[in-house]
């Protein structure tokens, strides 16, 4: 461990940034430290120039017109083609829309129709819930299919993939630890047991570079309201390799999805390429908030952007352990950079009060249930000053004892 | 037939017309007559300011803390609720979110599920396509399940409602012809044989009084983007009668629809009554443009609305055959009151260019192959003068035969 820096040090860096100048494209609210971008990603002057653009011209004024005019019917595959940069796609793979829930169904489906007479899901049991509650829907529809779990039915997720497995849906970045999986690695082993690999990119999406044609994945999903900075609940999206299109089938064959939609036939005909992974309507004010966010995004180099989240992470880590181990805080995250994230967990035993006094002090990171303070480092806007002032008033709140005044430890409904 | 109105019997309708001062919370273009709400309907004032907010302070300063400040996780539920006064659903018993086909598939697992040992789901060859198309989703998903479709199994409905049913799948009113159903009727009919039904609301949900609880139905379904004026692409919803909701299975079972979503259990475990129809995150800042539609449909009477609804088709009707039927235009939709949405169709044997005519001129109608032009009638922004411009602008249109210009049968690709 290298001495740790001082505050000279720290501007130093800031002033190196080569991506300092994107925090200026973000609003950011005054007298906040926002580390949780990890879980809704900050606004953007161009977002919200698009949400107008869209609600007050081509939905106001321009009406029915805007669905030919303003491109409103094409944008799900044009912004899928935007993302595709961003996570190693090459285009005509990605297609915006719906929920993550919702793709992941349509992506488990279709993995398990092109590996007939194979039955088993596997995931993994720290994966992000959703990922197993859809699994458990699709293997209620599938007579015969079962869900098998790493870290319940087996130690590793390498000990489940045998010959009856149709397909591994995994998690890139673990919603919680941070944890970081090899995607090319795992994706072979998946392949060489005959079985298809589907990556949930929730947590990595823009957090860092993702290569999922050169991993050979199959399929994946991620969402664009973190990383991407596409507003709350932004639309999300879903990947299919080329090599599977003209067999994937997936049982949420709305309109949408159609070879010819507007046609108004009465059968369903699947459309060509990604388009048969979209089903209805999309939220378009919510699509166009994601199009200006991926404005930015065109402009960004993807090995800067993970260099500056290593960087942003390993000061954190030191300073954090550095000044705050005495207090009871042990790191969740692992230190080695090839398996990290964007993000960084700590544990504590009164995580919850804690994370609610950082709240109040304006350093704005999550907790998650039962021990972690969970804080997200999105280098488009997050500086290092930001990290050793957070780590600052995290030192003076366990230091102080703050967290143990009663009120911070109401809780709310939701968190 | 009574006499036709002149222009002066037109203004003493709109001066004694008891809705006239909601087209003022409209924003509506100038030179245009918009007779296409109920494909998309007008943005308000209300619906642009809470996206405003939704986007400039929620999202933008209050970032995260809005899930639990804002009021966003219960927002699908809220809006629910108040969508609920329109259709005649008591409370707790509708959810908004995901698009109309995706709530289709969910209902229709639910009802089928609801019904073991009835295979069969029974359709329109007439209905909105993606009902169909995703029927046969379902269908693809439950060996042993076939679907039947009125107009291609039998030529009425009732004809196919037999101890094989387990549910049937209606439109309310037909998007195209615009016929209404006798809900309470239909209903009854397919309890009688033993069915379910799910109702698809797309086209008279704002469009009519509608009264889901009182006509004892089992499921709905219904967007918000056509005449409650929602947004383009706004969340769609979905109703489950109260007496289902303990029995309620669907397999996009994502965690929202979970009963405890933050606690991030591995297993899922349905929410209690409608929320076990949510999936996954929602597009906020699209379901906030909705939300500012909602304040306007609080204050609507909705007998108020149909009466001028169906003066407002009588009208149209009436001018229309009185100046344009010697130029080759029938009436497509049903001329019995009781039996008509808030929309008007009329074949023509070049609706296409007659409409690309139209919408040159500023009265903007839609197509819909292969020979009808479609007209919706939305009584919170239109007028009865409105009605009396277009048709003499169609009558114009028709006597001088300028819809034969080349330039008005170019085909944009999406219509």
Same mark, same amino acid.
């Given at each position: 461990m290298p001495a740790l820096p001082d505050l000279s040090a720290i501007e130093a860096l800031d002033a190196a940034d080569?991506?300092?100048?994107?925090?200026?494209r973000f609003v950011l609210p005054e007298g906040v430290i926002y580390l949780d971008g990890n879980s809704l990603g900050a606004a953007s002057h161009a977002a919200l120039a698009e949400l107008d653009t869209a609600a007050r011209?081509?939905?106001?004024?321009?009406l029915i017109r805007s669905w030919n005019t303003a491109g409103w019917f094409d944008m799900p595959v044009k912004l899928g083609d935007r993302i595709g940069r961003l996570v190693g796609a090459a285009e005509g793979q990605i297609v915006v829309g719906d929920t993550t829930s919702v793709n992941i169904y349509k992506a488990l489906h279709a993995a398990l129709a092109l590996r007939p007479g194979r039955n088993v899901i596997v995931a993994e049991s720290?994966?992000?819930p959703t990922d197993l509650y859809v699994a458990e829907g699709v293997v209620s529809t599938r007579p015969g299919t079962s869900l098998k779990l790493e870290g319940v039915d087996?130690?590793?997720i390498e000990d489940l993939?045998?010959?009856?497995?149709?397909v591994v849906l995994v998690n890139h970045?673990?919603?919680?630890?941070g944890t970081l999986r090899d995607m090319a690695v795992l994706t072979k082993r998946i392949h060489d047991a005959g079985a298809l690999a589907i990556w949930d990119l929730c947590h990595s999406a823009g957090a860092l570079p993702v290569e999922l044609d050169a991993a050979g994945a199959d399929f994946a999903v991620g969402c664009t309201?973190?990383?991407?900075?596409?507003? /709350?609940?932004a639309p999300a999206f879903v990947y299919a390799a080329r090599r599977h299109h003209d067999n994937i089938v997936q049982p949420l064959s709305g309109w949408w999805g159609h070879?010819?939609?507007?046609?108004?036939?009465?059968g369903f005909a699947a459309a060509e390429g990604?388009?048969?992974?979209q089903c209805g309507t999309q939220p378009i004010l919510s699509m166009r908030a994601l199009k200006g966010a991926l404005d930015i995004w065109d402009e960004v180099d993807m090995q800067a952007l993970r260099e500056k989240s290593l960087a942003l992470t390993d000061l954190f880590i030191a300073l954090v352990e550095a000044?705050?181990?005495?207090?009871g805080v042990s790191l969740?995250?692992?230190?080695a950079r090839a398996s990290r994230g964007s993000q960084v967990s700590f544990a504590h035993d009164h995580a919850y009060e804690v994370m609610q006094a950082l709240i109040e002090r304006g350093v704005i990171g999550d907790f998650r249930a039962p021990s972690t303070l969970r804080f997200g480092f999105t /280098?488009?806007?997050?500086?290092y000053r930001d990290v050793w002032d957070a780590v600052a008033v995290l030192e003076d709140i366990l230091a102080s004892g703050v967290w143990k005044e009663p009120r911070f430890a109401v809780r709310a409904a939701v968190t």
């Open positions: 080569p991506l300092r100048a994107f925090r200026e011209q081509e939905w106001s004024q321009d720290g994966s992000f087996a130690p590793a993939i045998d010959e009856t497995v149709a970045v673990n919603f919680k630890s309201y973190k990383y991407l900075n596409g507003g /709350p609940g070879a010819r939609p507007f046609a108004m036939e009465t990604i388009r048969r992974f000044r705050c181990g005495q207090y969740e995250t692992t230190c /280098p488009l806007y997050t500086s």
